[in-house]
Every structure is written in C-alpha cells, then in structure tokens.
C-alpha cells in the first residue's frame, strides 16, 4: 500500500487530465451502449410498422451516439495519452533529481545497465499504470452506476442480475488475474532488468570480453537472463489467456442471464417485448467498462515492483548532505585542508583510506600530490570535491568550513579533468561547450592550443563538427585526455583539479602541454596527482603519499636531497629513461 500510495502522490499535478481521461472514456462507454440499446429498439419498433414520425428520434439516437462513440473516443486517446505523457515526463525529472545527489559515491556499485533499467524501462512500464491500471475502474464505477439505473427503470431485477454478474467479472476474476499475477509480474520486471543490465555490460566491456576470452561465459549469462524473461513471459501470456477465456465465458454468461429473466419478464407481461433486445444488448455493451480490469491487475504487480525499484534508489540516503541555511556564495579561493581523515564505507575493518592530510593551497599555489596507486591520491580529490563526507578534521574555502556552504558552490570553486573522462556521443565543439555554454571560438580556440589540440581538429574534415563516437571512442586515449583537458580550461575556475593529466600521452607531447599550462594557469591554484616525475620543477610544493599520509613535502629539490619515496621514484625514473635513450 505504500508503494501505491506514492504512485498516486504523481497523480496530483495532472488530477484534471485524468478525470478528463476518466470522463471521456465513461462516456465512450455509454455511447456504445446507447448505439446497441437505441439500434435494438430501432428495429424492434420498425418490426411493428409505426409511423416514421415515431422513430425519429431513434434514428437521430442511433446516428448520434454512432458518432459521438467515435468522437469519444478520439478525445479520450488524446487525453490519456496526454495524461501519460506528462506523467512520465515528471517521473523521468523526479527521477534523476533523485540519482544526481547520490553520484558517484552511491551509484559506484551499482550495474550502469540496472541504472539504464530503471531510467527506462521501469519509468515505460508505469505509464500502463495510471492508464490502464487507474484510471479503468473509475470507468468502471461510473458505467456500473449509469447501467444500474438504466436496468432498474424496466425492472430492479435485471438491474441487480447484470450488477451481479458485473462484479463477477470486475471484482472476481480481477482478484484471480492479481492472484495468479503477482509472483510473474515480479520476476518479470527482474528478467527484463537482468537481462537489460547484462546487454549494457557486455557492450561497454566487449573489448575487455574480446582480448581475455570471455565471450563463451558472457553468453551462457545472457542466455540463462534470457531464458528467464522468456519464462516469465510465458507464464504471463498463459494468465493473459485464461483470463480472457473466462472473460468471453463470464460475459456471455452474464448477457444470457439477462435474455431469459427478460424473457420470462416479457412472458409474464412486465416488460413489453419491443424493450427485450434492448436490454439484452445494452447488458452486453455493459461488459465492455470491466472487461479490461482483470488484465489491469494482471500487469498491478509488475507496475508495483517497477516503482519499489525507483523508490528503493530514491530511498538511498546521499552520502552528502547540505545542512540548512547552506551558503550559495563563495568569497575566496584559499583553500586549507588539516587533519583530514576517510575511510570507505563497509571497510572500518582496513587502514584508513586517508589519515592525517593537511596543507594549504591559497590562490596562485600549485601543488603536486605524488604516489603508487591506492595511496588515496584520487580519493583525496573526491572527499575535496564533497563527493564523500569526510570521517575527521576541516576543509575549509575562504576561511570558512565547507559544510557552511552547499555542494554545487564548492564544486563551482573547481575545474577537474578525471583520469577516465566522459565524452557524450556527439561533436567535439559540443563536449567543450559542457563546460562553458557561452564560449567563443576564441575561447575555444585558445583551449585548443593550449592542449596541443588545434593541430588535429584542423586536420579534420568536419572540424569542431566531427563526431567523437559513444564514449569518444572514435578518438585515441591521448586525444581523449587533451580534449578533456582543453574542456577543463573552458571552465575558468580558481582551482584546478588534475588527475594524471599526461598519463596517455608520449614524452614530447607531455612536455610541451606542461609547458602550456604553466602559462595558462598562472594565478591559478593547482593540485596535480601523478605518478610521473615531469615537470614537478614548476611545483610550488609536492606531497608525496603512502598508504593514505602524507610521508614527505617539500619541493623538487629539497625533496630529492633526502633519502624517501620520491628519490627512489626519481632515481627509478631517471634509470628508465637512461634505458630508452640506449
């Protein structure tokens, strides 16, 4: 029940067009049975001789409700389909407002195709709810009380007969198909998002599956995802069939009760026999208002386990939260970090990701953070970036702790190039306008240059137009990271956060792009993570990490001077590229 009753909390914004919907489909309804009833008593009287004057008006009745059915119909379509197209589309909002605050920290164990899932199929799936599931049972209570009265003004008997046989179909067999539906609807809902998810992943990792042959487990996995949608849509097509079977049986039952009571009530001269086709019609048209709330409760479940699916990922607490009374404005740029200490969720058992960080970065600083891999260089760059609540000690902007002020506002302080950049399948003017919306090609142009960009893009065809595939697979990793780059640039923050900037990139190329920035960023703060010893001369000061401390500071020199990490890493750098040269 709580799951439904958040269902019907989206209803709100859009109650006018559902009892639009509502109201038009009743009276589509009651037009279908009018044209049966009117048509019925039509040829019943002309079977009679009359006048033509005395069928007037069921002839007009017949061509009216003939058309308006029509007409009715048309505009109920128009209505529910509105309805549910402003539904979705306030699902789909509602929805990634409530993923945004959870990224990255809450969606990093999450499949990015069970993710993919809920954003459309499970949102897709509910559209059938309010249409479908909703909405024809309210249908159904105007129809039931129209056609009551109407059987009550030949008899209280045929009223209460058709009312009865009614239910049976509207509330008994709707109870079996939710019966008989709920555990498939379930595993349904699960077999399409398993499968979904499988597909998402073995297309993102197929290089990976191709180089270490995995392709033969990767599709005994998708076949066993497979053969369980497959089963589960099986069992429901077969629920679908009984159901539509007892459907036929119970109407045609229901419209054969009504003939013979009416039969008998024109036999026994309380009902003129001109009105008998006219009832037994008209009860007939009646089963058409519940003929469609079984196979409602038939897909209830898995429109039910499609929204707890949202909810449960709504329901995620952020692993960051604003306190209230939040600061938008940021005054400076200095930023200071003491005593700062993290620890992954689930892993309290393990060292400390972080322990012990401090320094200090006013405006114009640039700082390296030097060390091997898993030493918490780029978890130092997500707890600075609010992504992660920190466990101990003070980040501070301006003087001020970071929790005065919202999560945007510090990340607005921030330009960051990630070692694994994101590219939106689209063009290479487009991926750098992400960053700043209003740049100019001189802006955009001077990014690229600075990159070591430009070059490339001239060569191209299509220029800044070129499309640089899903996930900008069309282009190189070097490519990939200066493109990033050049974005970075567009963003005019006060901090840089770079993490390995040059890591895909050959030895000319590095050092001419290091080059670059130190020009463009000047007056700039600056953190660098690396594990290559280039260009750290220009460093206002390094912090070399183990095992989430800093064990060493100072600058190049001063660091190379003493015995510790970073002289071995030098000493082993140097002996490496001693090795090339030979």
């Known amino acids: 029940m709580k799951t439904m009753s958040r269902l019907l909390h989206f209803i709100l914004p859009v109650w006018r067009w559902l009892l639009l919907a509502v109201g038009l489909g009743a009276l589509t309804i009651a037009s279908s049975i009018a044209l049966l009833a009117t048509s019925a008593y039509l040829i019943s009287a002309a079977a009679l001789h009359p006048s033509i004057a005395e069928l007037q008006v069921a002839i007009v009745g017949v061509r009216f409700f003939g058309l308006s059915r029509g007409v009715f119909r048309y505009l109920e379509r128009l209505t529910s389909h509105e309805t549910t197209f402003r539904l979705l589309g306030r699902l789909r909002v509602w929805f990634y407002g409530v993923l945004e605050p959870l990224a990255p920290a809450r969606l990093g164990g999450e499949r990015s195709g069970d993710l993919l899932s809920r954003f459309l199929a499970d949102i897709e799936t509910l559209e059938n709810f309010y249409v479908r599931v909703l909405a024809p049972p309210l249908v159904a209570l105007v129809i039931l009380a129209g056609t009551g009265l109407f059987m009550a003004g030949f008899d209280v008997r045929l009223s209460a007969l058709l009312l009865a046989t009614l239910l049976l179909v509207g509330v008994g067999l709707t109870w079996l198909s939710l019966v008989l539906g709920r555990k498939p609807g379930q595993v349904l809902v699960e077999a399409k998002a398993s499968l979904q998810a499988d597909l998402v992943d073995g297309l993102q990792g197929l290089p990976d599956l191709l180089v270490y042959d995995g392709l033969p487990a990767y599709f005994g996995r998708l076949d066993a995802s497979q053969t369980g949608l497959l089963q ?253 780059l050049a974005r970075l640039l567009l963003k005019h923050s006060p901090i840089y956060l770079l993490d390995e900037p040059t890591a895909q990139m050959d030895t000319l190329l590095e050092a001419r792009i290091i080059r670059n920035l130190q020009t463009a960023l000047q007056g700039h703060s600056l953190l660098w993570i690396t594990q290559r010893l280039v260009g750290l001369e220009w460093m206002d000061e390094i912090l070399v990490m183990q095992a989430g401390r800093i064990s060493q500071r100072g600058t190049h020199a001063e660091l190379i001077g003493v015995d510790g990490l970073y002289k071995q890493m030098w000493l082993a750098h140097n002996d490496l590229f001693a090795l090339q040269d030979s």
């Open 232 to 484: 589960a849509q099986h069992r429901m097509a077969a629920i679908s069939a009984l159901q539509s079977a007892l459907n036929q049986l119970l109407t045609g039952l229901g419209t054969w009760l009504v003939l013979v009571l009416g039969i008998l009530l024109v036999s026994t001269g309380q009902l003129p026999g001109i009105y008998l086709a006219v009832i037994v019609l008209a009860a007939m048209a009646s089963f058409e208002a519940v003929q469609g709330l079984p196979l409602a409760a038939q897909y209830l479940e898995s429109n039910l386990q499609a929204a707890r699916r949202l909810f449960a990922m709504a329901d995620t607490p952020p692993a960051v939260l604003d306190i209230a009374g939040s600061q938008v404005k940021i005054g400076s740029a200095d930023l200071t970090v003491e005593d700062l200490g993290f620890t992954y969720p689930g892993t309290s058992s393990d060292p400390p990701t972080l322990s012990d960080i401090h320094f200090e970065l006013p405006v114009g600083k640039h700082i390296a953070i030097l060390g091997v891999s898993g030493s918490g260089k780029s978890t130092l760059f997500q707890v600075l970036l609010r992504f992660w609540e920190m466990d101990a000690g003070e980040i501070t902007l301006a003087g001020l702790d970071v929790h005065q002020f919202t999560q945007e506002s510090v990340r607005q302080c921030f330009s960051v190039l990630p070692q694994n950049i994101y590219l939106f399948n689209t063009s290479l003017r487009e991926n750098l306008l992400v960053a700043d919306p209003a740049a100019n090609p001189g802006q955009i142009g001077q990014a690229l240059s600075t990159a070591c960009l430009d070059e490339f893009v001239a060569s191209l065809p299509q220029g800044l137009e070129t499309l640089v595939g899903e996930r900008g697979l069309q282009l190189s990793g070097g490519e990939r990271q200066r493109l990033g």
